[in-house]
T-cell receptor, first 115, second 110 residues
Framework: EAGVVQSPRYKIIEKKQPVAFWCNPI?????LYWYLQNLGQGPELLIR????????DSQLPKDRFSAERLKGVDSTLKIQPAELGDSAVYLC?????????????FGPGTRLTVL | LAKTTQPISMDSYEGQEVNITCSHN???????ITWYQQFPSQGPRFIIQ???TKVTNEVASLFIPADRKSSTLSLPRVSLSDTAVYYC???????????FGKGTRLHILP
């Protein structure tokens, strides 16, 4: 079974430029998460989708970040414009609803460097 | 919202049993306890989840005392490849925020 696919794996941009990350979750997983992870820190949730619906986007900086999950499958996270402080790893995860907390399956992440 | 507290780092030797304890004094009735492992340049990987008493799988055991205010992840006979960051999460997965915290950096020595 294929895991969570993310692209690109690495991205280097200059500040004020836009950037987009793509995620394809595990087939059949209706829940999709985007996380941000800074060096030495744990992942921080940005947004959680249940199918097409964003059920928790309270931590998403909506002035510059946006996300979509059309058709409830793959998802795109966008930053426009990027700032120096956005340099981090962006992780996507997916899950199916189980008893208790979901077992989340993570992709390898996209490492963003903003110059 | 139940917060967790873990040691920042731990060292152990190959072949030893490693126990990582997580404190969660404000755990709610519906909350589960979940542990993830993360290697460098990879996303976290689910290890184990439990609600009470003891849970064991092929990778680890999770011990939860009756008051559920703490839990202990036990890794039997660790190897160098168990060097990673281990995160303890508490929540019901529905209304709670998902918080990984800083985790515990486990370093296995030869």
């Amino acid at each position: 079974e294929a895991g969570v696919v993310q692209s690109p794996r690495y991205k280097i941009i200059e500040k004020k430029q836009p950037v987009a990350f793509w995620c394809n979750p595990i087939s059949g997983h209706n829940t999709l998460y985007w996380y941000l992870q800074n060096l030495g820190q744990g992942p921080e949730l940005l947004i959680r989708y249940e199918n097409e619906e964003a059920v928790d986007d309270s931590q998403l900086p909506k002035d510059r970040f946006s996300a979509e999950r059309l058709k409830g499958v793959d998802s795109t996270l966008k930053i426009q414009p990027a700032e120096l402080g956005d340099s981090a790893v962006y992780l996507c995860a997916s899950s199916t609803r189980l008893v208790g907390m979901d077992e989340q399956f993570f992709g390898p992440g996209t490492r963003l460097t903003v110059l | 919202l139940a917060k967790t507290t873990q040691p920042i780092s731990m060292d152990s030797y190959e072949g030893q049993e490693v126990n990582i304890t997580c404190s969660h004094n404000n755990i709610a009735t519906n909350d589960y306890i979940t542990w993830y492992q993360q290697f460098p340049s990879q996303g976290p990987r689910f290890i184990i989840q439990g609600y009470k008493t003891k849970v064991t799988n092929e990778v680890a055991s999770l011990f939860i005392p009756a008051d559920r205010k703490s839990s202990t992840l036990s890794l039997p006979r660790v190897s160098l490849s168990d060097t990673a960051v281990y995160y303890c999460l508490v929540g019901d997965g529905r209304d709670d925020k998902i918080i990984f915290g800083k985790g515990t950096r486990l370093h296995i020595l030869p």
